[in-house]
């Protein structure tokens, strides 16, 4: 098996509500664990930033079902590489929205609203990774 972990971010056609969310994160988690995938999802303001795990061929299927969503439009790539280990193994789809660690993360990248579109893959890769340890509840 060759295991990739796939980032990406897109803009919510519209505003989320929270059973909005509860709907992407509940076909999430129930897709990703019958094929091992794993990952993390921000969304704020308007934008998602999401970080998918597993298997190549199955993580580039879900890729292009996701980007084919109409709940979102506009999905970039930031990064795609091959990887030795799900560094999200705990969550098939773990989830962080606007928080006091969110605003606070945001700060030090200097940027008052989430915008990932201005973040270089390492600031995208360590923002999801120190919110996957800041979840919010959904
Ligand atoms: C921002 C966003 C993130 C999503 N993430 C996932 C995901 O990680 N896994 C997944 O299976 N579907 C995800 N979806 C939903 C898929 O786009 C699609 O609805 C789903 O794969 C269809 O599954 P179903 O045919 O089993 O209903 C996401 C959708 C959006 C808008």
């Known amino acids: 098996m060759k295991l990739v972990r796939l980032l ?3 803009r919510a056609s519209r505003e989320m509500s929270l059973s909005d969310l509860k709907d992407i994160l509940g076909t999430a988690r129930d897709n990703n664990s019958s094929v091992d995938v794993c990952g993390m999802l921000c969304y704020d303001k308007r934008y998602f930033l999401q970080a998918l795990e597993g298997d190549r061929e199955t993580v580039n299927e879900l890729y292009l079902d996701i980007a ?3 709940r979102h439009d506009d999905i970039v790539i ?7 280990e799900q560094i999200f193994p705990q969550w098939q ?3 962080a929205g606007s928080s006091a660690e969110f605003s606070a993360l945001l700060k030090e990248l200097g940027q ?4 990932p579109r201005d973040m270089t893959q390492m600031q995208a890769f360590n923002f999801l990774k120190k919110m996957a340890g800041a979840q919010s509840e959904l």
Request: proline share 5%; net charge negative.
């Open 8 to 10: 990406y971010y897109s």
């Open 68 to 70: 084919d969503d109409p």
């Open 78 to 84: 930031i990064s795609y590489e091959e990887v030795n």
């Open 93 to 95: 789809m773990g989830y």
């Open 112 to 115: 008052s609203d989430f915008s």
